[in-house]
């Protein structure tokens, strides 16, 4: 079945590279542009440049590229101008594309070990656009220039530019402090009674991108884990649901991307607690509309900060994380956080009452902020088109 299926993916990609030549005799086909995130989404900075882009710059031609089964599906048919992924469209207009615009390495891609294999040499004639999905503040061997080869890395911080500039591999002006396209939207928020605690992924734990048969096996390893017990007892810590109730907040507890496949496992008994999947909320939304976020060494706290919004960060496994996880980069939690670091459960109460109390009045991190993002404004998104159209 699978011989089956790369003989229809061949088939598609040499009909695809017959008729290009023909189709690019006309002008407006010369400069196409494929714009996408993870092929099932369209809620990160992809989404919101290919939403500026058909807003302000109809008349060019760029394409989001999406799975048809996508809950962000409508989001993108409203916008026009969309591909379904690894339809025989997506294959033809991936061949005639002038750039590759992503937040996520590979995602405007075809998922097919055919496309894969000849990847390095259509690239040879297209400009690969990493728009990334978080901030860089580690030492993400990944992102590398050796194995991304973008011609344009955006970064959304000053300190976040240098760090990549300097240490990353990429070749003079092919990283640029751009300001990253969510950012737009975060200028303009209506916040709830609401505190989000979002988690990031760990990589020692099976994740949904592991290639695992044995889905039962990788839920036991979990279920073991510090990262579930310290979770599972956050939402049920009874201090905290009284807090709840005393101050009428929900809490929203998202986990990242990668454990999302084990979101049935956390329980709460708590009707102020909501645990939620990731097809039924957008993180944007979620951050936006939140008053106090909770997390770990996740990227969302610097949206946070960008909204000048406060951060507790919960780092309980800070002295395996940098082992087994990622290595540390320029980013010191306590020298540069926009909040304080915590250890313990128990910590979490008390640093949340302190800020439902306002007890702390005075905000010790607006210079941090300032000094992050000495870009503050709404034209990211304007920032990066006028760019890569240079390009």
């Not at 709830?192 to 760990?202: A, D």
């Not at 800070?318 to 082992?323: E, H, L």
């Not at 020298?335 to 800020?355: A, D, M, T």
């Amino acid at each position: 079945m699978k011989k089956l299926c790369y003989l229809l993916d061949l088939f598609k990609l040499i009909i695809a590279k017959l008729i290009s030549p023909i189709l690019k005799v006309n002008k407006s086909n010369r400069d196409i542009w494929i714009v996408g995130e993870r092929k099932s989404e369209a809620k990160d900075n992809g989404y919101h440049l290919f939403k500026y882009i058909r807003e302000n710059h109809p008349e060019k031609k760029a394409y989001y590229v999406i799975d048809k089964e996508s809950s962000d599906l409508e989001k993108i048919e409203s916008l026009g101008n969309v591909i379904y992924y690894d339809s025989f469209k997506h294959y033809l207009y991936y061949i005639m594309c002038t750039k590759l615009v992503c937040a996520h390495l590979g995602g405007c891609v075809p998922d097919s070990p055919i496309c894969w294999k000849f990847h390095e040499h259509e690239m040879k004639n297209k400009k690969k656009i990493f728009l990334q999905h978080g901030i860089t503040k580690e030492l993400i061997p990944s992102l590398m220039y050796e194995n991304t080869k973008a011609d344009l890395f955006v970064c959304g911080a000053e300190p976040e530019y240098e760090y990549v500039k300097n240490k990353f591999g990429y070749p003079d002006g092919n990283v640029q402090y751009l300001g990253f396209a969510r950012f737009d939207n975060l200028h303009e928020n209506t916040t709830k009674n609401q505190i989000l605690v979002m988690p990031t992924w760990r990589q020692w734990i099976p994740s949904s991108t592991w290639k695992s048969e044995n889905l039962e096996e990788c839920r036991e390893i979990f279920l073991k884990s510090e990262y579930f017990d310290r979770y599972n007892s956050l939402i049920n810590n009874q201090e905290l649901i009284d807090l709840l109730e005393q101050y009428n907040l929900e809490l929203i507890f998202y986990p990242h991307y990668e454990m999302q496949v084990y979101v049935d496992l956390f329980k709460t008994q708590s009707e102020k607690v909501v645990i939620a999947r990731k097809d039924e909320y957008d993180v944007q939304q979620l951050l936006k509309e939140s008053k106090i976020l909770i997390t770990d060494y996740s990227s969302v706290a610097f949206d946070f900060a960008y909204m000048r919004k406060p951060v507790i960060y919960y780092q309980f496994d800070n002295d395996i994380y940098y082992k087994g996880h990622y290595q540390k980069g320029y980013f010191d939690y306590e020298e540069h956080g926009f909040g304080p670091v915590v250890y313990e459960c128990k910590n979490i109460v008390q640093e949340l009452n302190n800020l439902l109390n306002k007890q702390n009045q005075e905000n010790n991190y607006n210079d941090r902020y300032e000094q992050f993002f000495p870009l503050y404004d709404k034209d990211n998104c304007e920032r990066i088109y006028n760019y890569v159209i240079q390009m």
